[in-house]
């Protein structure tokens, strides 16, 4: 039976998870706010390194690797990165990644499943997030999950 689990991220994984988030991030800011890559790439560094000053054991930040639990092996599967709020007792995802061979297997939707249960046991009432106009897949398992649309995000680029 294969569960799905979290484990925090080791300095290791979170260098691993900046080589990833940076590009991508970029490339989601370069697309649904029309700048170019080398400025998306310096947003995303900027806003990744104000998030975790301390690395992986930054205060106020929630890194989780996600893990697929077999009686065979474990394999890291992705990551989940949250911001609880304890006083508003709410917590918002940043960013929830699977790495692409784990996609479309019901991993997604379990581990929202297992964030819902450890965030109900800590108090928690809400969870929000903010998913891209074009991520239909995304969109796809928070709507499964039970995540309702909240609003639309619009820009303009001036200048």
């Not at 697309?31 to 900027?46: G, K, M, P």
């Not at 690395?55 to 930040?61: D, P, V, Y």
């Amino acid at each position: 039976m294969k569960v799905v689990t979290f484990r925090a991220a080791t300095r290791r994984d979170f260098q691993a998870f900046v080589d990833y988030f940076i590009p991508d991030y970029a490339a989601e800011i370069a697309s649904n706010y029309r700048l170019s890559e080398v400025d998306a790439v310096e947003q995303a560094r900027r806003e990744l390194e104000a998030s975790f000053p301390d690395g992986e054991k930054s205060a106020a930040q929630v890194l989780l690797c996600i893990i697929l639990s077999a009686p065979e092996k474990e394999h890291h599967i992705g990551y989940l990165w949250y911001k609880p709020d304890p006083q508003l007792h709410s917590a918002y995802i940043n960013d929830f990644y699977l790495f692409p061979t784990f996609r479309g297997q019901g991993f997604g939707s379990e581990a929202m499943k297992q964030l819902e249960m450890r965030l109900v046991e800590e108090g928690y009432k809400q969870v929000k997030l903010r998913v891209a106009a074009d991520n239909a897949q995304a969109r796809r398992v928070y709507e499964n999950n039970g995540f309702n649309v909240t609003g639309i995000n619009m820009n303009k680029v001036l200048g």
